[in-house]
């Protein structure tokens, strides 16, 4: 007899890019399929030195059980962090939370029930259409362009389905890119206040812009908009600028928000590891992120400036595309243009025999995917594997 599983896993799938890297085991195979830093660009020697001091100075409280909204040294350093960014908070106006992507769960399990309506970009990050389908949201896409999220379709959006929240990667969106324009950011925020709706700014990508930094955040620019504070829900990471590996990310928010997400993160993992807050506490304390930052942005930018100038050279008039200004992304779009690919899940396929990985686009959109688009990441490949592997994908589009 089949187990009598939860009704609720019936609204969701395993993971697309999960189930892609099965396929990746083939020898010399070169990937833009993941969504993770280059773990060449970890600052090893400063971590290790954020160890040892979170075991000389507080062994007992790095190694012990925490406070599950998180171990004060770090919120008081995020709090900092977030400061330089024009950001005001107070340490216990955050929460630490095991990844940002924690966050979106609490978010799933304090704000959605069944039926609710959540809008999202159209595209997403993947895990976000999962988690937020799991816990029973009837998702609504809202159409992103190269300025990030359509404003004027999104308020025609909130004005139909009066959803629970509205929640948006406005920096480097993962998968799109996009980085939103600042007129448009003012625009979420006066669109929360007149429809008194949430908005869930998710803002893993931000600190990683390669030229002109981006606009301020959305919660930064809220100090400027009567009523809007209190409406929006800002999640960070140190994922993408210092490691995965720590799990160490916070959210942001309203302070009946945080207090329900706390109550939830109890009965889940009871608090993030002590020991990587600890460690995140000591590096951040040592003041070593700008450096780190300004390396990041270097090899990134230039392996981004690289991919583009390859996707151009290589396939041409067959792509389209924007070029990012951050992040980790490009998101692009077969034209068809002389006969060419034009269904980028065959298109895969097809890159795959050629001993090159990407992601096609269909799996970030909620609903109505673009079957023409596909994600690349420049992240962990250096410039000659960049330029190679766009041979090779002209070799998969003939």
Same mark, same amino acid.
């Given at each position: 007899?089949?187990?009598?599983?939860?009704? /609720?896993?019936?609204?969701?799938?395993?993971?697309?890019? *999960?189930?892609?890297?099965?396929?990746?085991?083939? +020898?010399? &195979?070169?990937?833009?399929?993941?969504?993770?830093?280059?773990? @060449?660009?970890?600052?090893?020697? =400063?971590? !290790?030195? @954020?160890?040892?001091?979170?075991? %000389?100075?507080?062994?007992?409280?790095?190694? !012990?059980?925490?406070? %599950?909204?998180?171990?004060?040294?770090?919120?008081?350093?995020?709090?900092?962090?977030?400061?330089?960014?024009?950001?005001?908070?107070?340490?216990?106006?955050? &929460?630490?939370?095991?990844?940002?992507?924690?966050?979106?769960?609490?978010?799933?399990?304090?704000?959605?029930? +069944?039926?609710?309506?959540?809008? #999202?970009?159209? +595209? %997403?990050?993947?895990?976000?259409?999962? $988690?937020?389908?799991?816990?029973?949201?009837?998702? #609504?896409?809202?159409? #992103?362009?190269?300025?990030?999220?359509?404003?004027?379709?999104?308020?025609?959006?909130?004005?139909?389905? *009066?959803?629970?929240?509205?929640?948006?990667?406005?920096?480097?969106?993962?998968?799109?890119?996009?980085?939103?324009?600042?007129?448009? /950011?003012?625009?979420?925020?006066?669109?929360?206040?007149?429809?008194?709706?949430?908005?869930?700014?998710?803002? +893993?990508?931000?600190?990683?812009?390669?030229?002109?930094?981006?606009?301020?955040?959305?919660?930064?620019?809220?100090?400027?908009?009567?009523?809007?504070?209190?409406?929006?829900?800002?999640?960070?990471?140190?994922?993408?600028?210092?490691?995965?590996?720590?799990? #160490?990310?916070?959210?942001?928010?309203?302070?009946?928000?945080?207090?329900?997400?706390?109550? $939830?993160? !109890?009965?889940?993992?009871?608090?993030?590891?002590?020991?990587?807050?600890?460690?995140?506490?000591?590096?951040?304390?040592?003041?070593?992120?700008?450096?780190?930052?300004? /390396?990041?942005?270097?090899?990134?930018?230039?392996?981004?400036?690289?991919?583009?100038?390859?996707?151009? *050279?290589?396939?041409?008039?067959?792509?389209?595309?924007?070029?990012?200004?951050?992040?980790?992304?490009?998101?692009? *779009?077969? %034209?068809?243009?002389?006969?060419? @690919?034009?269904? @980028? =899940?065959?298109?895969?396929?097809?890159?795959?025999?050629?001993?090159?990985?990407?992601?096609?686009?269909?799996?970030?959109?909620?609903?109505?995917?673009?079957?023409?688009?596909?994600?690349?990441?420049?992240?962990?490949?250096?410039?000659?594997?960049?330029?190679?592997?766009?041979?090779?994908?002209? !070799?998969?589009?003939?």
């Amino acid at each position: 007899m089949p187990l009598p599983f939860a009704d /609720r896993l019936n609204n969701v799938e395993t993971s697309a890019i *999960r189930e892609l890297f099965k396929l990746l085991g083939k +020898p010399g &195979i070169i990937s833009f399929a993941g969504g993770f830093p280059d773990s @060449a660009m970890f600052d090893v020697a =400063g971590i !290790q030195e @954020a160890v040892n001091l979170a075991l %000389t100075e507080e062994p007992g409280a790095a190694l !012990q059980y925490g406070a %599950t909204e998180g171990y004060t040294p770090l919120r008081e350093q995020l709090a900092a962090f977030m400061g330089s960014k024009d950001v005001s908070v107070a340490p216990d106006g955050l &929460i630490v939370t095991t990844g940002s992507q924690q966050a979106l769960d609490l978010l799933g399990k304090t704000m959605i029930d +069944p039926g609710d309506k959540v809008i #999202v970009e159209g +595209p %997403t990050f993947l895990a976000t259409i999962q $988690c937020f389908r799991l816990y029973g949201a009837d998702l #609504v896409s809202a159409p #992103v362009d190269a300025n990030g999220v359509d404003t004027d379709a999104l308020e025609k959006l909130m004005a139909e389905h *009066r959803p629970k929240f509205v929640y948006l990667i406005p920096t480097f969106g993962n998968p799109s890119g996009a980085m939103l324009s600042l007129e448009r /950011r003012k625009k979420v925020l006066a669109l929360a206040v007149k429809y008194n709706t949430l908005i869930v700014e998710d803002d +893993p990508y931000g600190d990683l812009y390669f030229n002109e930094a981006p606009p301020p955040s959305i919660l930064s620019l809220s100090k400027d908009v009567p009523g809007s504070r209190e409406l929006i829900a800002h999640c960070g990471s140190m994922s993408k600028v210092l490691s995965p590996g720590l799990r #160490v990310g916070w959210m942001i928010g309203p302070a009946e928000l945080l207090a329900k997400a706390t109550m $939830c993160k !109890q009965f889940s993992d009871a608090h993030t590891s002590t020991f990587a807050q600890a460690t995140a506490a000591q590096y951040l304390k040592a003041g070593r992120m700008p450096a780190t930052l300004a /390396r990041v942005r270097k090899v990134y930018g230039e392996r981004a400036v690289a991919m583009g100038a390859a996707l151009k *050279r290589e396939l041409g008039d067959a792509v389209e595309f924007t070029q990012p200004q951050g992040g980790l992304f490009f998101w692009a *779009r077969l %034209t068809g243009a002389g006969g060419k @690919a034009k269904d @980028a =899940g065959e298109f895969a396929k097809k890159a795959i025999e050629q001993g090159v990985a990407f992601v096609p686009g269909a799996p970030f959109y909620a609903g109505n995917p673009d079957m023409a688009t596909f994600r690349l990441s420049f992240a962990t490949a250096d410039v000659a594997k960049i330029n190679e592997g766009m041979q090779r994908l002209k !070799q998969a589009i003939a």
